[in-house]
């Protein structure tokens, strides 16, 4: 009889967690085709202007399109965050194959993030010392959402321009088709979800 009672709760409790697992998977994979979707797939203001821009490194193009928008004066100075130790602006304008010429002086990099957290506490360390209050943010379209909530976080009073950059090895349309950008994806959506949930309880804790 104890036994019976036993095994009727165990059965009752797999079946329940069997049901919060189907639900919290159903709305993960809702959220992941919701947050795909919303991924911008254009640049949408074309001719942004600023007080800076930063370049968050770590994907192809990011410097490319920081520099050409510098070149165009959309802002005074380009600041790119996350560089390796030891290399100097003059070195990276130089790996990246862009002329120094028309831009070293007014490219600062920061050297000490690993991670888009620390893209963020670097960047805002930056911009206190500038005193700047509007930056244009360039990175890939598919790591922009993450960035903006660790940037808005960080800097609350800034206003930020996205401005994304398209790698060619992501697959936007029909994502789902080609495994390395929907693995890319979920990594991302992940990542992306984790850091709403940091800041969210960093907010309850603040205000309790």
């Known amino acids: 009889m104890v036994r019976s009672q036993r095994n009727n709760s165990l059965r009752r409790f797999v079946s329940w967690l069997a049901s919060v697992l189907l639900i919290v998977g159903f709305g993960w994979g809702v959220g992941l085709f919701i947050f ?26 990011r410097l490319s399109a920081g520099l050409k928008l510098l070149a165009e004066k959309r802002a005074k100075k380009l600041f790119v965050s996350g560089v390796y130790k030891g ?24 050297d000490d993030a690993i991670n888009t957290e620390g893209n963020a506490i670097e960047t805002a360390a930056w911009v206190k010392k500038q ?6 943010i360039v990175t890939s379209n598919y790591h922009m959402p993450r960035s903006l909530l660790e940037f808005r976080h960080a800097m609350p009073t800034v206003e930020f321009s996205p401005h994304p950059v398209f790698p060619a090895t992501f697959k936007q349309e029909r994502w789902w088709a080609w495994p390395g950008t929907a693995g890319l994806l979920m990594r991302e ?20």
Do not use: F, M
């Not at 990276?92 to 010429?101: D, S, V």
């Not at 005193?131 to 244009?136: A, G, H, P, Q, T």
């Not at 984790?194 to 603040?206: C, E, N, P």
């Open 87 to 110: 290399v100097d602006v003059k070195r990276l304008l130089t790996l990246y194959q862009e002329a120094p010429a028309y831009s070293e002086c007014c490219v600062e990099i920061g």
């Open 189 to 208: 959506y992940n990542k992306y979800l984790l850091v709403w949930v940091r800041h969210a309880g960093l907010k309850i804790l603040q205000n309790s």
């Open 36 to 61: 795909a979707d919303a991924l911008p797939s254009q640049i949408e203001d074309s001719e942004p202007s600023a007080e800076a821009i930063v370049v968050l490194t770590g994907g192809s193009g």
């Open 131 to 136: 005193k700047y209050k509007s930056l244009i």
